[in-house]
């Protein structure tokens, strides 16, 4: 099957778009034969988003219709329905139907997952995953969530809620979520949030800290930005680790800008998860190898694994 496949992957503030011609699917050196990212304004909204996708596909494009589209999205998706539940970071996205307005604006079919799965199936097929049946992938970033696969296929529990690992509490004690509990892993090693709490501590504008400056601070010795830094990686780890208790990964595979805190982060995140999981379930934590492409790569795979495009 000839033809362009188009990935989009919706961002919590930046938005990607890439084209790779289906005939270079099984190639080991397949690249992508044109790619955007571009940075939300501000004020953003589900509207202004898809607008600047749509912009962003055509002109990739430039004029050729893609013979599919895979979407990644930052937040619930009803993956059998292909509609947007809500974004937990640009407004109004709730019960969007982004499956149906992406076929409608392109005439092609179009398949549609939350991020992390979406990531998940990208690095189990191209990337850190490749040879594993079962592993967990996670980003953190913006936010922090998960994604399965489970015996060589994604798994997305009973409403497509499984893997929602950044909601899950490790500190019942610790400071409140977005969500509204205590302690949530995402409150604790998301970079916005790792940022919000570094500049609260030093008196701080909250636009004047961000969680790469907070990676910067802290492996220059700056004891606010190490607490905040260290508190994040090992809430990171125990959530791992109760989650390899469930349901025995072989691998987990960590990928977003905050696993790019230094060597001293992924020790903590290493340590904790391994002493929170019980001695006789194994497993390795390793870096994502598709980058901030991860989504994009995974919504190819999409594709692939739902039988939407044949590989040759």
């Known amino acids: 099957m000839a033809g362009l496949i188009l990935a989009c992957d919706f961002g919590g503030t930046k938005l990607s778009a890439a084209v790779l011609g289906a005939e270079s699917l099984d190639r080991s050196d397949a690249a992508w034969q044109g790619h955007l ?33 895979g979407i990644s999205f930052g937040g619930p998706v009803d993956y059998k329905s292909g509609v947007v539940r809500l974004s937990h970071h640009v407004p109004d996205w709730e019960n969007v139907p982004i ?42 970033s913006t936010g922090v969530g998960g994604g399965w696969i489970l015996d060589g296929r994604p798994y997305r529990g009973a409403s497509g809620m499984a893997g929602e690992i950044g909601h899950t509490v490790v500190d019942p004690s610790g400071p409140v979520c977005l969500c509204g509990k205590r302690g949530c892993v995402e409150r604790l090693a998301s970079g916005p949030y790792m940022a919000q709490d570094v500049a609260e501590a030093r008196g701080l504008s909250l636009e004047a800290v961000t969680g790469k400056l907070v990676a910067e601070w802290a492996a ?18 125990v959530g791992l680790g109760n989650a390899a208790n469930l349901l025995n990964p072989s691998r987990i595979v960590l990928g977003g800008g905050v696993t790019k805190s230094g060597a001293r982060w992924w020790q903590l995140v290493r340590q904790a998860a391994h002493e929170t999981a019980l ?34």
Request: net charge negative.
């Open 37 to 69: 990212r571009r940075f939300a304004p501000l004020g953003a909204s589900a509207q202004t988003d898809i607008e600047m996708m749509v912009a962003m596909g055509r002109e990739l494009l430039a004029g050729e219709r893609p013979s599919h589209i």
């Open 279 to 312: 001695p006789e379930v194994q497993f390795d934590i390793v870096p994502a190898q598709l980058g901030d492409d991860a989504p994009l790569w995974g919504a190819v795979a999409l594709a692939l694994l739902e039988g939407t495009v044949e590989s040759h």
């Open 99 to 140: 499956q149906q307005l992406f076929a409608e604006a392109f005439g092609a079919p179009v398949g549609v997952d939350n991020d992390a799965n979406v990531a998940a199936l990208g690095e189990w097929r191209f990337g850190a995953g490749r040879g594993v049946a079962d592993l967990l992938y996670v980003t953190v």
């Open 220 to 237: 220059a010795g700056e004891e606010t930005a190490v607490s905040i830094l260290e508190r994040g990686a090992k809430g990171l780890g």
